[in-house]
């Protein structure tokens, strides 16, 4: 039998009042796998991430984190749960300094690494420059980099990850796959919302389409690229 996955969703219906945003979602993230969840605006994917990690409880289904159940934990609770949540829009502390951010990432743990900061700015170089600025006035790329590594400071096992190219340029987008993917080199797996299809799926090992609540197509990275559909719907193809 394979091993428990890391992450499995079974059969996840979400609602938002009455409207059913995910209509039974089904996905695994294993241990060290990069893993991609692509689809169009409204799709449903932020609705995913936020039920895997707890700020979202399904109707009904199962988020399960090595095969122990999850979901209806309360939040405060599943801070014991080495998984980290980069939102969409990033949403650091804009009035607290670099290191401040990252130090807040820090507070599930009971004893702070210092070795963990050492880590963030080996990855992030330009967060080290910048420690005591506040984080509002950063650039987005630097937002961002914040963001990833603040949420690195909780040492997560498992990082969902939500939209990490978002109104970046494409060189800062592209330093940002380079260092998701030296993150995961390193030992951390990866569950990646993009509207950056093509961008995302060259990173992944494996991929999940949605529509409308519903995974539509899930296969390996490299199969997805060259799928005529996909490259139709979200790779700008004809
Ligand atoms: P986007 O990239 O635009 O964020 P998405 O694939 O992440 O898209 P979700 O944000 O998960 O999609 O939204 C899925 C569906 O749920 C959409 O129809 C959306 O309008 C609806 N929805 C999301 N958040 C809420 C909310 N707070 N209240 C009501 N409906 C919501």
Redesign the pocket.
């Known amino acids: 039998a394979d091993a428990v996955p890391l992450l499995e969703l079974r059969d996840l219906h979400v609602f938002?009042?009455a409207?059913e945003?995910l209509k039974g979602v089904n996905l695994t993230v294993g241990e060290g796998e990069v893993v991609a969840l692509l689809?169009?605006?409204?799709?449903?994917?932020?609705?995913?991430l936020?039920t895997a990690s707890g700020m979202l409880s399904p109707r009904t289904g199962e988020v399960l984190l090595r095969g122990e159940r999850i979901d209806g934990i309360a939040s405060h609770e599943l801070v014991k749960f080495a998984m980290g949540h980069v939102p969409?829009g990033r949403r650091v502390f804009a009035r607290m300094s670099v290191l401040e951010n990252l130090r807040m990432g820090a507070y599930r743990l009971r004893r702070p690494d210092p070795d963990d900061l050492d880590r963030v700015f080996t990855l992030f170089p330009r967060l080290a420059d910048r420690r005591r600025q506040l984080a509002g006035t950063l650039s987005g790329g630097e937002q961002q980099m914040l963001a990833i590594g603040r949420a690195l400071m909780g040492k997560p096992e498992l990082l969902l990850l939500?939209?990490p190219s978002m109104g970046l340029a494409p060189l800062i987008v592209q330093q940002i796959f380079e260092i998701l993917r030296e993150i995961n080199e390193q030992g951390t797996t990866l569950l990646l919302?993009e509207?950056n299809a093509a961008q995302a799926l060259q990173l992944a090992d494996r991929g999940y389409v949605?529509e409308t609540?519903q995974v539509v197509m899930s296969d390996q990275a490299g199969a997805l690229l060259s799928d005529p559909r996909v490259r139709a719907a979200y790779l700008g193809e004809s």
Do not use: F, H, M, R
């Open positions: 938002y009042g409207i945003a689809g169009a605006n409204g799709a449903g994917k932020s609705t995913t936020k969409e939500d939209e919302v509207q949605l609540g």
